[in-house]
């Protein structure tokens, strides 16, 4: 077998043993699409309610609103996907197991982006469902731009993942909190639901060096102009590159000092 | 047996936490074939010793050769031919017997998984709950399927931390007995760290006994225990524990 085939059958063995919680249990199959669609709905409704009042250009706020309700959800299912399977490890004790296996750190990375992305796409597809049935809100109508723009929201949600597994290591379980939160506080921020313009002028340059914030404005100028906004596209993916590369870092240097300082073996309690 | 073939050979190993020693230079060799034993009191190293040979914990000195490979620099192609097994480490309790099996043979690259498995499941009596969660079988079934998880690939090293702790004298004899036969089918080494004197005299061909993250004695268990002049290994090890190593000798 080569090391290739290798490395993918121990990244395939930590990905099937996260898939084989979710083959048996409803409760966390129906906790996938619990919160897209509980979000969907809500911000649905508010678009409904602004499109009926105010007809005309409200119309296309609305289909922002709902786009950027689905696609926000990208980025915080896959940051949210990662880190939750990461803890899953730890709750279960498992974690001694996996790292004393020929497992290598940047596979069980890999089996983690993995699971998240299956979590995410089943996790939003009843909300992508209900979009289209209760709002006419058609997501695949903004065309193949919308595999960048769920690209660029992918790996968005992933290194914050990295960075959350990062304290993780450096601060054990009392950091699992943020697993949930990190993504969520980002949300004012990210610009999903209102342009860069709406926030005032000394949170700019925190919004402009998140990808979120570009890949929003692209889809915004995509639903309104029909056509993509490859400058917005451009800067967000350049912005993900060079946030990937640091959160690597950190996780990289997060897990060699807890080699060193022995927080691989107490990192649950 | 030359050096050069042992299984383990850890070289003036050192680990502080701030201000505390928890191994201090400890040196030891092993061979295929053979079971040595860390013996200690809570606190001794033991498991700070364990840790630093799996890898998941960096040495600030010495060196760890295992089967051919330096740990600090090519751990991984060790650990492809390692395996470990301790009750404080767990399997996912939410999946069956089967699929924990299934997950550490990819892990492990295990060639013809499912008939591994299947010699596994005939090896250790799990057919009766092997599609039954891991976390809802007793103390007993939990130790034979993490012992199977630890043989899965067949390793050529194996280090157990206090592989019999808490279950009945029968199971642990079960356990025992498993273990002296993959040894003398397989010829693997085993490093065992056990509070479990009668067991440590049973499996152990030679014995390490720590205090204070040092090597204050070693040898085979009839040699310590005609040293001391003691009944078995258990008084060696009370003698240690409460006088030392160097008291014991005079």
């Not at chain 1, 949300?187 to 000394?202: D, G, Q």
């Not at chain 1, 056509?227 to 912005?239: K, Y």
């Not at chain 2, 924990?100 to 060639?111: F, S």
């Amino acid at each position: 077998m080569s090391r290739f085939a290798q490395s993918a059958r121990r990244i395939w063995g930590l990905m099937y043993r996260h898939l084989c919680l979710y083959r048996k249990s409803w409760p966390r199959l129906l906790e996938l699409g619990y919160w897209p669609t509980l979000e969907l709905l809500i911000w649905g409704f508010t678009a409904r309610f602004l499109s009926n009042e105010h007809p005309g250009p409200v119309l296309a706020i609305g289909a922002a609103l709902i786009g950027g309700v689905l696609l926000w959800e990208v980025a915080l299912r896959a940051q949210i996907g990662v880190t939750l399977s990461f803890l899953e490890e730890i709750w279960s004790r498992n974690l001694g197991h996996v790292f004393v296996s020929p497992l290598r750190p940047y596979e069980l990375i890999l089996s983690l982006l993995g699971v998240s992305m299956v979590r995410a796409l089943v996790g939003l597809a009843p909300a992508t469902l209900l979009a289209a049935l209760l709002y006419h809100f058609n997501v695949f109508a903004i065309g193949p731009l919308l595999i960048l723009l769920m690209l660029n929201l992918f790996l968005m949600g992933w290194w914050m993942a990295l960075l959350v597994i990062s304290l993780l290591f450096r601060y054990g379980a009392s950091a699992e909190a943020l697993a949930w939160t990190l993504a969520f506080g980002l949300t004012p921020v990210a610009c999903v639901f209102y342009p860069i313009t709406a926030l005032p002028n000394w949170l700019r340059p925190v919004a402009a060096a998140l990808p979120a914030e570009h890949i929003f404005a692209g889809m915004r100028a995509a639903l309104a102009l029909q056509r993509p906004a490859w400058a917005q596209l451009g800067a967000a993916f350049a912005l993900n590159i060079v946030w990937t590369l640091i959160a690597v870092l950190v996780f990289a240097a997060q897990f060699r000092a807890a080699r060193r300082t022995g927080a691989l073996i107490s990192i649950g309690e | 047996m030359c050096r050069c073939m042992d299984a383990l050979i850890v070289t003036g190993l050192v680990k502080r936490f701030d201000a505390v020693i928890a191994v201090d230079g400890i040196s030891f060799s092993l061979a295929p074939g053979r079971t040595i034993g860390l013996l200690g009191g809570n606190g001794a190293g033991k498991t700070t010793t364990i840790s630093m040979l799996l890898g998941i914990l960096l040495p600030d000195q010495g060196s760890i050769i295992a089967l051919g490979h330096d740990i600090a620099h090519d751990r991984f192609a060790a650990l492809a031919r390692m395996n470990y097994s301790s009750p404080y480490v767990a399997l996912p309790m939410r999946l069956t017997v089967a699929e924990n099996l299934r997950v550490y043979g990819h892990l492990y690259n295990v060639p013809k998984l499912e008939q591994r498995i299947g010699a596994l499941v005939d090896e250790f009596n799990l057919g009766d709950f092997l599609h039954r969660r891991a976390g809802a079988l007793s103390a007993g079934q939990k130790t034979r399927v993490a012992l199977a998880k630890a043989l899965i690939n067949q390793p050529d090293l194996l280090l157990l931390d206090e592989p019999t702790a808490s279950l009945d004298p029968d199971t642990a004899d079960y356990v025992r007995t498993r273990l002296e036969i993959y040894q003398r089918t397989s010829g693997a080494a085993i490093l065992l760290a056990s509070h479990n004197m009668a067991e440590v005299e049973r499996l152990c061909n030679d014995v390490l006994m720590l205090q204070s993250g040092r090597i204050v004695d070693r040898g085979t268990p009839a040699d310590l225990i005609a040293r001391y002049g003691r009944a078995d290994l258990e008084d060696v090890f009370l003698q240690i524990a409460r006088f030392g190593a160097q008291g014991a000798c005079a």
